[in-house]
């Protein structure tokens, strides 16, 4: 990933450090102009101080002028750069395996878009050419005046030295800071987004008070951790502020000493004094940029981790073209709590498939499993002889459907979405509304974050039929429906010639399922097995859950 924000960046990064680059034949003209201008006074010559002042006028004229004109080009180039790398990383985000996508938080997906992504961003398009021209500064100005003077050299490159000082002295504390403030700043988010989403469950269950106490307990950890990330900044600040007056005052006095004690000429000591502040600005730029590149190397590994991690190279991926489902002697743990242990079960192409159980038995867990959104720990999963994992992009949603209990919301109406989603097939979408008991007016007026469960519950139902996936995997489908939405999803259901797997507590399959399943005790038994112990009413309909 940052190979490629590095082409798109290098254009920016090469302007930038030309810029920086002239400055330093400027910057030397400019001393040793001033130098004249000063020696012509201290003579009376009066027009040679007005000549070598207009040129040195017309110098610093010219060189700002530059400035202003490569900065806004800079600026151009680099705001189309990041724009494009902007877009490789969602292009990346978005080619990302389901379970890298499933896994990931909404705080880690911000902080790596937003804090990760311009701190590597910047360290490529300008700490770099600003470390290096920093370096090739510091190195022209002691050349030049190691030619006036080795002295005055030596001694103003040992009193850079000093500002070695603040960076070493808080560089471990930095990135240690910044690692913590983004891990903290993602969890904060994430409980932050979680209580949006749960505004209601809050409200009605009367636990405003649990989530404001968690969120204080959130910011009081945040509060901490900034605290002592304010600390090394405001420390790192004086010191730098500290050593910068002893050196700026300090010049003065040295050079004053040794001009008057003949070790070292007039203009020399000009030079000296006028070269200084660029001399100490390089060297400090590039000492300090010590810490920044380590910062900079988080944010590299955290980008380069989590859901926009590089897909391997040998990664093959397949599509599908028989949609039978095997399992072999599946393992899944969540936390302590086990779910499969050594679970077997064939589902054979073109049947539809009826999963029930008692809640949090892994039934829910079992259709991410087989759509690849997680990953078993032992045992194996085929999709027509596919690997989930390595099911390749375009089986979603055309050869494989996938509808968990909780539906998406989207901003816009089920119209336009069906139009990006399966735009072959939208109309057709629209039609299975209807006979959904959608409205016109819902379907193509309203955002879809809009509707009630009911009516987004038909929305996707719509979609799932109209893209005739091979296999369509259908997680609690009555859940919010109607009577009415049962019964039109059963006969929906019944016409399919393709395999559907169902995860349920509804009895409503129970007529038209050729294959049922019980999932219980981290086992998957077939109604030949042992399911006249269970039925549908020791189970909510509604019930959400595994």
Known sequence: MTGHFKKELRTVAALNGILKTIRIPISILTASLLSRTVSAAGAGNAA?????????????SGMLLLEIGGGILSQRLKAKALHRCKLYLYGRLAASPLASLASSGHGDTIENLHEDFGTVTEKIATLYPEWLTG?????????????????????LAGMSLLQLIPPFLVRRFLQVNYDNCRDIEAQLTDFVVSGCEGFLAIKMYSLKNWWLGELERYHKKYRK??????????AE??????????????????????????????ETGIQAIALSGGLFGASKK???MIARFGVAKVAENRLESGPFSVIPPQRETAGISVPDISIINLSYSYGD????????????????????????????????????????????????????????????????????????????????????????AAGRAEELARELCLGE??????????????????????????????????????????????????????????????????????????????????????????????????????????
């Not at 040679?48 to 610093?60: M, N, T």
């Not at 879809?448 to 979609?463: P, T, W």
Request: charged share 20%; hydrophobic share 40%; with cysteine.
């Open 48 to 60: 040679v101080v007005l000549g070598q002042g207009a040129a040195l006028l017309s110098v610093i």
């Open 135 to 155: 370096i090739a500064t510091f190195a022209a100005y002691l050349i030049f005046l190691s030619a006036q003077s080795w002295q005055m050299a030596l001694l």
């Open 225 to 234: 951790i900034g605290s002592s990330s304010i600390y090394t900044g405001t």
């Open 237 to 266: 600040s004086t010191l730098e502020e500290l050593v910068s007056m002893l050196l700026g005052y300090g010049v003065y006095g040295v050079t004053g000493v040794l001009v008057l004690g003949g070790y070292v000429p007039l």
């Open 286 to 288: 590039a000492f300090s």
């Open 337 to 424: 709590k086990t779910l499969f242990g050594g679970a077997h079960a064939f589902f054979g192409k073109g049947r539809t498939v009826v999963i029930k159980g008692p809640n949090g038995t892994g039934k829910s867990t079992l259709l991410r499993l087989v759509a690849g959104m997680l990953r078993c720990g032992e045992g194996e999963i085929k999709v027509g002889g596919v690997a989930p994992e390595n099911l390749s992009d375009d089986s979603f949603p055309r050869d494989i459907f996938y509808l968990p209990q909780e539906d998406e919301t989207f901003s816009f109406p089920a119209s336009e979405f069906y139009r990006m989603s399966i735009p072959e």
């Open 441 to 546: 007016d819902l379907i193509r007026n309203h955002p879809i974050d809009s509707l009630s469960g009911g009516e987004r519950k038909k929305v996707f139902l719509a979609l799932a039929f109209a893209a005739d996936p091979l296999l369509m995997l259908l997680d609690e489908p009555t859940n919010s429906l109607d009577e009415k939405g049962r019964q039109k999803l059963t006969e929906m259901v019944r016409g399919r010639c393709r395999s559907t797997v169902i995860v349920t507590h509804d009895s409503v399959f129970d007529s038209i399922s050729e294959e049922t399943y019980l999932c219980a005790e981290g086992q998957l038994r077939t109604a030949g097995d042992n399911l006249h112990g269970y039925t549908s009413k020791e189970n909510d309909i509604t019930g959400k859950g595994d």
